[in-house]
């Protein structure tokens, strides 16, 4: 698509239920990368996956959390057994392969993100 | 310590006046620089690239500084409209990059 997709918008959910939530990037962009803002806080990066490589998974925060990107495209994050501390705004970003001197590769393009309340 | 770490602000300034934002990174093996904007609710957007020497796009000029491991955003003659959170963004080995917590610029009429 044009831009990156995000789903869903608002989710609301009850403390130790699961949740997926679906990224689609813009195509043909190999890296995806997923992060969390708090309100009033700063991107936290969770997860960044680059073509067919293992995808670092360092800035997860627990084992709760998992992400896949099937196919090399779209991605869903999975939270398991949530809890109110996981609210947030989840975002989603892609960007075409680049590194060292900025050549306008790597830049990330974001989705509008996917509002997580935990109750 | 935050690998990188911004003036959380905010910064009050009047429209027409120049401001200057900095941003320090712990990670001297970072490969690559940037400048976003994020307005209220809104999910963060590219406003320009830093490069080594240093450039300029408008009335918005980056600086980095390497041996110091800083980054740094000017803005000229501020518009209302410049309004947000500025969020400095670093690009470390494997293109893991690094948002700092952003600093928040209101301008006044």
């Known amino acids: 698509g044009a831009g990156v997709s995000q789903s869903p918008s608002n989710k609301v959910t009850e403390k130790g239920k699961d949740v997926e939530l679906r990224c689609d990037p813009i195509?043909?962009?190999?890296?995806l990368y997923w992060y969390r803002q708090s309100l009033g806080q700063g991107l936290e990066f969770l997860i960044y996956?680059?073509?067919?490589?293992?995808?670092?998974k360092s800035g997860l925060p627990s084992d709760r959390f998992s992400a896949e990107r099937t196919g090399g495209s779209v991605s869903t994050l999975t939270i398991q057994r949530t809890q109110q501390e996981d609210s947030a705004v989840y975002l989603c970003?892609?960007?075409?392969?680049?590194?060292?001197?900025?050549?306008?590769?790597?830049?990330?393009?974001f989705g509008a993100g996917s509002r997580l309340t935990v109750l | 310590r935050k690998e990188v770490e911004q003036d959380p602000g905010p910064f009050n300034v009047p429209e027409g006046a120049t401001v200057a934002f900095n941003c320090t990174y712990s990670n001297s093996a970072s490969q690559s620089f940037f400048w976003y904007r994020q307005d209220c609710r809104k999910e963060p957007k590219l406003l320009m690239s830093v490069y080594s020497s240093g450039n300029e796009d408008g009335r918005f000029t980056a600086q980095l500084n390497r041996a110091s491991q800083y980054i740094s955003l000017l803005i000229r003659d501020s518009k209302l409209s410049d309004s947000a959170t500025y969020l400095c963004?670093?690009?470390?080995?494997?293109?893991?990059?690094?948002f700092g917590a952003g600093t928040i610029l209101r301008v006044k009429s």
């Open positions: 963004v670093v690009g470390e080995y494997g293109n893991k990059l690094v």
């Open positions: 970003a892609s960007s075409s392969q680049g590194f060292g001197e900025p050549s306008g590769a790597n830049v990330l393009t």
């Open positions: 996956f680059q073509g067919n490589s293992a995808p670092d």
């Open positions: 195509s043909g962009h190999t890296a």
